[in-house]
């Protein structure tokens, strides 16, 4: 699960991401959708907009499509707080969670020091979707702040630019961006329930580390591990690190082999579509070898991040 607005079909273009799907995918039967508004699924309703609530159903609802009992979510950036209230909307469907470089919420607030000045993140919001805007933080602009260990990489500029366009319209994504950057989830956290691993990078100025440490002592019992590193992409610096820590968590092992890896990518519409949902097995000759079925969602089978 994430609040990035690039379509999850751009992810297999992007080596980084691709590989970290591939080797989630080794020790999971993993799915992946599109959110309202991104990619395949439906356009949301800019006249009413979208809820933290509203996006934890349509979550639900992918879970039925394929027929997924239980699942582990794992959630990042904004998505974190729509994991959250999934959990607790519905602890029956949810395993466990696992939760990367996310937040409960991300402008400070009293009593809560945590994240940026919510004037900041509001220029971000509303700058960023424009293309025709020029947003920057001391002199870095927003790929240098979110994936600073790609910055400098002209195959992953060209790339994120061309999705980021392509995965929503400015209004779109906008009401997004503006749904996960106003969620504030803190009232929730005492009630999850279900086993929870924290995972932040040190060194993250995106999404400040205090945001994971606050996640992790207010939610009961949850995991936390600090790790070094400042993307918050959790495919992008040292993601064999970060996998190491969500294997061992999901399955109580570390590292292994992804030579034989099935990939069920989810594709759906959300709302009320007519159109038949899209699934992508992404088989070992990686997303080249992609075959596509029409004929309903339950025809892909497996869960959503189940061991």
């Known amino acids: 699960m994430s609040a990035f607005t690039i379509a999850t079909e751009s992810y297999a273009e992007e080596p980084h991401a691709a590989a970290y799907d591939r080797r989630l995918a080794s020790f999971s039967r ?3 959708f599109d959110p309202r508004g991104i990619g395949l699924s439906d356009p949301m309703d800019l006249r009413v907009g979208v809820s933290v609530d509203d996006m934890a159903r349509d979550a639900l609802a992918v879970l039925d499509a ?3 009992v239980r699942a582990t979510l794992i959630a990042d950036d904004g998505a974190v707080s729509v994991a959250i209230a999934l959990a607790t909307m519905a602890p029956e469907r949810v395993d466990r969670l696992v939760l ?8 400070t607030a009293d009593g809560y020091p945590h994240g940026h000045p919510p004037d900041l993140v509001a220029s971000f919001v509303e700058g960023n979707v424009d293309p025709g805007a020029v947003w920057s933080l001391d002199g870095a602009d927003d790929r240098a702040l979110i994936a600073p260990s790609l910055a400098d990489d002209p195959a992953f500029a060209d790339w994120w630019t061309r999705s980021s366009r392509r995965g929503a319209s400015p209004t779109q994504a906008l009401s997004m961006l503006r749904t996960t950057t106003r969620a504030d989830v803190r009232d929730l956290l005492d009630r999850v329930s279900v086993p929870t691993l924290v995972i932040h990078r040190r060194d993250n100025i995106f999404t400040p580390v205090g945001c994971g440490r606050y996640l992790s002592e207010s939610i ?4 936390y591990v600090e790790l070094p590193g400042s993307d918050q992409p959790p495919w992008a610096g040292d993601a064999d690190m970060l996998l190491d820590e969500i294997q061992d968590f999901l399955t109580g092992r570390r590292g292994g082999s992804s030579e034989r890896v099935l990939t069920t990518v989810l594709f759906t519409d959300i709302v009320d579509s007519t159109a038949a949902p899209r699934c992508w ?3 070992p000759g990686g997303p080249g070898s992609r075959i596509t079925t029409r004929s309903s969602a339950a025809s892909c089978g497996g869960t959503a991040g189940t061991r």
């Open 220 to 223: 009961p019992g949850a995991t």
């Open 281 to 283: 097995a992404i088989g």
């Open 100 to 107: 990367v470089n996310g937040y409960a919420r991300i402008t």
């Open 66 to 68: 394929v027929g997924s």
């Open 30 to 32: 993993l799915i992946r």
